[in-house]
């Protein structure tokens, strides 16, 4: 007989990691839309604001939730910087601009990953809290982390922030005007090169972002990149290619998946019962579950 506690208390952790998972997999989207890029350095961005962290967060007075922030800033830096070598790889005589863009990004994932083996070895990390030490209390259901309550909290505000930005900005009509026709954006006189830039910064700041609330709740390893990335991916298909609002459902979606799996199932089946999702909805309905996405 399944335990209704344990059944409540694997949804409510569910759904807390799902909302850490949509900071992930909402930046992704983004760059796909608006690039037209499938970056396979979504999981390294994911690691190194992990590592960022588990190396930031003792200077800071020992709390994690105090590099949030700073990830963002320091990775939105480093996608302004990033994304002028990945637009020159994609434009011009070059064929196949997608392959390019998977073979860039496919490469730029491997220097991360070696870099930070090289750096600071095989070992994982954690990300230290000092304040989030203890668990929320909630009558009927069980008790659960300060820590997962938290990031999910922060990780929702962080996300409202950044759709306030994307349907109530200048910036952020450009960004989707750019991501349903950018011909036509060009032609009303977006600057297409500079909100490409932005977009890029705003995915790899979130995505980083996303890496300090994993690294909070697990820890910090060289070899986890591949894990979130193949999660992204799922989020994506999951919310239809192209439809970004989806993606809030299909992240909560994965983290009540990846929590049911891990408890009634084991946590070894994760991806296989993550693949059988995706391949089934691919079947039945390749629009995505909200039947908004781009299915040619």
Same mark, same amino acid.
């Given at each position: ?8 208390q694997s949804i409510v952790n569910g759904l807390l990691l799902g909302g850490i998972y ?8 983004? !760059?796909? $839309? +608006? @690039?037209?890029?499938?970056? *396979?350095?979504?999981?390294? &961005?994911?690691?190194? #604001? ?45 064929p196949m601009p997608l392959l390019m863009g998977l073979v860039f990004t496919f490469g ?44 999910? !909290?922060? $990780? +929702? @505000?962080?996300?409202?922030? *950044?759709?306030?930005?994307? &349907?109530?900005?200048? #910036? ?97 089946l994760v991806f296989f019962v993550l693949f059988g999702m995706i391949y089934v909805l ?10 908004? #996405?781009?299915?040619?």
């Amino acid at each position: 007989m399944v335990s209704t506690e344990l059944l409540g208390q694997s949804i409510v952790n569910g759904l807390l990691l799902g909302g850490i998972y949509v900071t992930v997999g909402v930046g992704f989207a983004l !760059v796909f $839309g +608006v @690039l037209e890029i499938i970056d *396979f350095a979504v999981g390294e &961005y994911v690691m190194l #604001g992990a590592f960022m962290g588990a190396i930031v967060a003792p200077v800071v007075g020992g709390e994690g939730l105090f590099v949030v922030p700073l990830a963002f800033v320091a990775f939105f830096l480093v996608g302004m910087i990033v994304q002028p070598f990945l637009h020159h790889v994609t434009t011009g005589d070059r064929p196949m601009p997608l392959l390019m863009g998977l073979v860039f990004t496919f490469g730029l994932a491997i220097f991360m990953r070696g870099s930070v083996l090289t750096i600071f070895g095989p070992n994982t990390r954690a990300v230290p809290t000092k304040t989030l030490e203890g668990g929320i209390d909630v009558t009927g259901i069980g008790t659960f982390p300060e820590v997962r309550v938290v990031t999910a !909290v922060v $990780g +929702v @505000l962080a996300l409202v922030a *950044f759709m306030y930005y994307l &349907y109530r900005t200048t #910036g952020g009509t450009a960004i989707r005007a750019i991501a349903e026709d950018r011909d036509i954006a060009r032609l009303m006189g977006v600057n297409i090169n500079r909100y490409q830039s932005i977009a890029y910064g705003v995915y790899a700041g979130l995505t980083a972002t996303g890496g300090v609330f994993i690294g909070l709740i697990y820890s910090a390893g060289p070899g986890m990149g591949l894990q979130y990335t193949a999660f992204a991916f799922f989020m994506i298909v999951l919310a239809g290619l192209g439809y970004l609002p989806g993606i809030i459902i299909s992240g909560l979606v994965l983290g009540l998946a990846q929590s049911l799996t891990a408890v009634y199932i084991g946590g070894e089946l994760v991806f296989f019962v993550l693949f059988g999702m995706i391949y089934v909805l691919l079947l039945v309905r390749p629009e995505g579950l909200l039947g908004k #996405g781009e299915v040619s």
